[in-house]
């Protein structure tokens, strides 16, 4: 006897209409469409819905553009629009705009309909029938969202029973069941939706859930495993107040939880949160499941340990499903299997001492709170394998101060060999002050600093403003050209870091002399 076949579910994405309801969300005719694209042919989702009818003129602009495109693809009956019973001038709009479905909102709560209507049960689906007739006279698809269905449900089912008892010989599609104030737990969800399925065994129901008590992904699970033949999400979990569930989370979960089938393609959830975000203006948080910057880092080292020895910290929930990559964080709480992931990935190759030396390096710069990312890492192994440990000067204090149209100023403490100075200096930027100030100080060991023949600063590729900053000076000494590197999170301290490599060579060179010269002067 063969297995049963996986149950699919079907994905509709609302971000285009509930996740604009998301305050300061505004999307522009062209971000529509262009997310609409992406949600249809790569994404796959199921159906789209696209926009409230009556909005404004520019709205029917944006869903008329969304539906051309879709009819040239034969994708436009996946296309939705928000309707109401209003005397046909909601079908009038999406008509007008090529729109080929309506999603009708009916009243599913005796609350909202003796409240907001003024209307008894059986005048309200009298309304709604002839809406849906017209609809169809029209050509137009209807599903029926039940609007508050979920306290509706709560405080009299026998009002949604029989309001859906009345409408049953209409010509409706699907029959969306929304948590519209997000108030089901789980178990609610599972029994009520459960009992809509035993009563109405041939309407297929849909789940619409909000995330005001953070359960919207788990209600999703809940109504599906329930028996609900679709649910909704949006990208990022936009939507009004908490928002609603997120497509990434519920397409993943009813995947590896429930062993649920979808049209989706994993592959392109990151880019279609990158593109919702830059488009909504709504940052994604850097620990959001699947589609966070930060979902598939690894900080601790035993954890990168583990790995290395047998993707002992792997799941199911892999980056690849994604097009992304695992990580391995570099800092203070960084490890040698952490280092040797990243160099794995760069393709470098050090000696275990030199490992050593840049882990140093690397957990030195984790205690300023700096996050090191793989691309750093080329500027830290160059800094730490090029320098020599010479420890004649160490800055023990320093303070740089910079404004607008005033001279810059730098406090300095420093070590040379067993004396500590102090000095300030102030000049044309930070590092000049600086510079000035570690003048004084080395004048009175008989030193001079250097000219400054070149000066160069990068960053790794990439664009990050907190990326790692290497600095490169070129200095003229007796001894020829000296080129010293300095790398920080601040360009400023990456120069003074480079400035006092080359001030520790040059002492090292100035004593080297004097022990030559002490030796000759005993021979």
């Given at each position: 006897m063969?297995?049963?076949?996986?149950?699919?579910?079907?994905?509709?994405d609302?971000?285009?209409?509930?996740?604009?309801?998301?305050?300061?969300?505004?999307?522009?005719?062209?971000?529509?469409?262009?997310?609409?694209?992406?949600?249809?042919?790569?994404v796959?989702?199921?159906?789209?819905?696209?926009?409230?009818?009556?909005?404004s003129?520019?709205?029917?602009?944006?869903?008329?553009?969304?539906?051309?495109w879709?009819?040239?693809?034969?994708?436009?009956?996946?296309?939705?629009?928000?309707?109401?019973?209003?005397?046909?001038?909601?079908?009038?709009?999406?008509?007008?705009?090529?729109?080929?479905?309506?999603?009708?909102?009916?009243?599913?709560?005796?609350?909202?309909?003796?409240?907001?209507?003024?209307?008894?049960l059986?005048?309200?689906?009298?309304?709604?029938?002839?809406?849906?007739?017209?609809?169809?006279?029209?050509?137009?698809?209807?599903n029926?969202?039940?609007?508050?269905?979920?306290?509706?449900?709560?405080?009299?089912?026998?009002?949604?029973?029989?309001?859906?008892?009345?409408?049953a010989?209409?010509?409706?599609?699907?029959?969306?069941?929304p948590?519209t104030?997000?108030i089901?737990?789980?178990?609610?969800?599972?029994?009520?939706?459960?009992?809509?399925?035993?009563?109405?065994?041939?309407?297929?129901?849909?789940?619409?859930?909000?995330?005001?008590?953070?359960?919207?992904?788990?209600?999703?699970?809940?109504?599906?495993?329930?028996?609900?033949?679709?649910?909704?999400?949006?990208?990022?979990?936009?939507?009004?107040?908490?928002?609603?569930?997120?497509?990434?989370?519920?397409v993943?979960?009813?995947?590896?939880?429930?062993?649920f089938?979808?049209?989706?393609?994993?592959?392109h959830?990151?880019?279609?949160?990158?593109?919702?975000?830059?488009?909504?203006?709504k940052?994604?948080?850097?620990?959001?499941?699947?589609?966070?910057?930060?979902?598939?880092?690894?900080?601790?080292g035993?954890?990168?340990?583990?790995?290395?020895?047998?993707?002992l910290?792997?799941?199911?929930?892999?980056?690849?499903?994604?097009?992304?990559?695992?990580?391995?964080?570099?800092?203070?709480l960084?490890?040698?299997?952490?280092?040797?992931k990243?160099?794995?990935?760069?393709?470098?190759?050090?000696s275990?001492?030199?490992?050593?030396?840049?882990?140093?390096?690397?957990?030195e710069?984790?205690?300023?709170?700096?996050?090191?990312?793989t691309?750093?890492?080329p500027?830290?192994?160059?800094?730490v394998?090029?320098?020599?440990d010479?420890?004649?000067?160490?800055?023990?204090?320093?303070?740089?101060?910079?404004?607008?149209?005033?001279?810059?100023?730098?406090?300095?403490?420093?070590?040379?060999?067993?004396?500590?100075?102090?000095?300030?200096?102030?000049?044309?930027?930070?590092?000049?002050?600086?510079?000035?100030?570690?003048?004084?100080?080395?004048?009175?060991?008989g030193l001079?600093?250097?000219?400054?023949?070149?000066?160069?600063?990068?960053?790794p590729?990439?664009?990050?403003t907190?990326?790692?900053?290497?600095?490169?000076?070129?200095w003229?000494?007796?001894?020829g050209?000296?080129?010293?590197?300095?790398?920080?999170?601040?360009?400023?301290?990456?120069?003074?870091?480079?400035?006092l490599?080359?001030l520790?060579?040059?002492?090292?060179?100035?004593?080297?002399?004097?022990e030559?010269?002490?030796?000759?002067?005993?021979?």
């Amino acid at each position: 006897m063969s297995e049963m076949a996986p149950r699919q579910i079907r994905i509709m994405d609302t971000t285009l209409r509930d996740g604009e309801q998301t305050q300061g969300v505004s999307f522009s005719p062209e971000e529509k469409l262009n997310i609409a694209k992406l949600l249809l042919e790569q994404v796959r989702v199921d159906r789209i819905e696209v926009a409230s009818a009556r909005v404004s003129s520019g709205e029917a602009s944006a869903v008329a553009r969304i539906i051309d495109w879709a009819a040239e693809r034969e994708l436009a009956d996946r296309v939705e629009v928000l309707g109401f019973v209003d005397g046909g001038r909601s079908l009038e709009w999406i008509a007008g705009a090529g729109g080929r479905v309506i999603n009708l909102l009916a009243k599913g709560s005796e609350k909202h309909c003796m409240g907001q209507l003024g209307k008894t049960l059986d005048a309200h689906a009298a309304d709604v029938a002839a809406t849906v007739a017209e609809a169809r006279a029209r050509g137009l698809a209807v599903n029926l969202y039940l609007e508050d269905w979920s306290n509706g449900y709560r405080d009299k089912p026998a009002y949604v029973f029989g309001l859906l008892e009345r409408l049953a010989e209409c010509d409706i599609g699907h029959v969306m069941l929304p948590d519209t104030l997000g108030i089901m737990t789980p178990a609610q969800v599972s029994r009520a939706i459960t009992d809509m399925v035993v009563r109405f065994p041939e309407v297929a129901f849909d789940f619409h859930p909000h995330n005001d008590y953070g359960l919207a992904t788990a209600n999703v699970m809940a109504a599906a495993a329930a028996g609900a033949s679709g649910v909704h999400c949006t990208v990022n979990c936009l939507g009004e107040r908490a928002g609603n569930a997120s497509l990434a989370e519920v397409v993943v979960n009813l995947r590896d939880q429930l062993g649920f089938v979808t049209r989706v393609d994993e592959s392109h959830l990151v880019r279609a949160s990158e593109l919702v975000s830059f488009f909504s203006g709504k940052r994604i948080a850097d620990n959001a499941p699947i589609v966070g910057a930060d979902v598939f880092t690894q900080t601790a080292g035993i954890h990168a340990d583990g790995d290395r020895k047998g993707s002992l910290y792997h799941s199911r929930l892999s980056p690849e499903r994604f097009a992304r990559r695992r990580k391995y964080a570099l800092g203070k709480l960084a490890g040698k299997a952490s280092l040797a992931k990243n160099l794995e990935r760069l393709d470098i190759e050090l000696s275990d001492e030199q490992q050593h030396k840049v882990l140093r390096r690397i957990i030195e710069l984790g205690d300023s709170k700096k996050t090191i990312t793989t691309e750093d890492l080329p500027f830290i192994i160059a800094e730490v394998l090029e320098s020599k440990d010479y420890h004649h000067a160490e800055l023990l204090a320093c303070s740089v101060s910079s404004a607008l149209d005033l001279e810059s100023t730098a406090s300095i403490r420093i070590r040379l060999d067993d004396e500590v100075f102090t000095s300030v200096g102030s000049g044309n930027g930070g590092f000049d002050a600086f510079t000035n100030a570690l003048a004084r100080v080395v004048k009175k060991r008989g030193l001079s600093l250097p000219a400054l023949l070149d000066y160069e600063v990068r960053i790794p590729r990439g664009g990050r403003t907190d990326a790692l900053t290497e600095c490169l000076i070129t200095w003229e000494t007796e001894a020829g050209e000296l080129r010293t590197r300095g790398v920080h999170s601040n360009q400023v301290f990456a120069a003074i870091a480079a400035t006092l490599r080359m001030l520790n060579i040059l002492m090292h060179r100035a004593h080297g002399r004097a022990e030559k010269a002490s030796a000759t002067g005993r021979d």
